[in-house]
């Protein structure tokens, strides 16, 4: 399986990083391909609102920044995992700005082998996750309508993820071609 990995945290070793590395590790065991991308690092512009992707660019955005890589994998990904530190009660701003360009890549209708979606977050505080569940159940289970494989979260302001929390991970980057939502 071909999984496309979107890291919206800036922080290089946060709790949001060590959920992506675990989960990595899971599927570099089980044989599968991806891409993590640390939208936080790389140049990516916010939407203009121009409709320029669904007029004459049918599909394509007027901007040509990085987006265009994420764009390129995310035509071969099968599934996609969406991963953020909760900002004020929702996913990072740098995170929500490449989101935003699905609207040109979905174009006029979702990647042909996109079916999946998985999402991780990281707060300190137990009770912060709506905001980011609003977007997951409305920009990639209603819109896309893309297959629910799960929502992993992690809470608490002690650097770290549990090793529970990581090792759970683990298991579902090793079983994620075969699991459907739980």
Do not use: W
């Not at 399986?1 to 060590?18: D, F, V, Y």
Request: overall charge negative; proline content about 4%; charged content about 25%.
């Amino acid at each position: 399986m071909k999984l496309l990995i979107l890291n919206g945290s800036p922080r290089p070793k946060g709790n949001t990083k060590q959920m992506i590395q675990a989960f990595c590790e899971g599927l570099a065991s089980a044989g599968h391909e991806y891409d993590v991308f640390d939208v936080c690092r790389m140049n990516i512009h916010g939407c203009l609102a121009c409709e320029y992707c669904h007029t004459r660019g049918q599909g394509q955005c007027a901007q040509k920044d990085d987006m265009q890589k994420i764009y390129e994998k995310l035509q071969e990904a099968e599934m996609l995992v969406i991963a953020s530190p909760i900002y004020y009660h929702g996913l990072s701003g740098q995170l929500k700005c490449t989101i935003d360009h699905f609207y040109a890549a979905a174009y006029p209708e979702r990647p042909a082998k996109l079916k999946k979606v998985a999402m991780f977050l990281s707060s300190g505080d137990p009770n912060m996750y709506d905001g980011a569940l609003f977007s997951y159940r409305g920009d990639f289970l209603e819109y896309l309508k893309l297959e629910d494989m799960g929502v992993f979260t992690t809470s608490g302001y002690d650097p770290g993820v549990p090793e529970e929390k990581l090792e759970e991970l683990r298991r579902f980057g090793e079983t994620v071609s075969g699991r459907s939502m739980f």
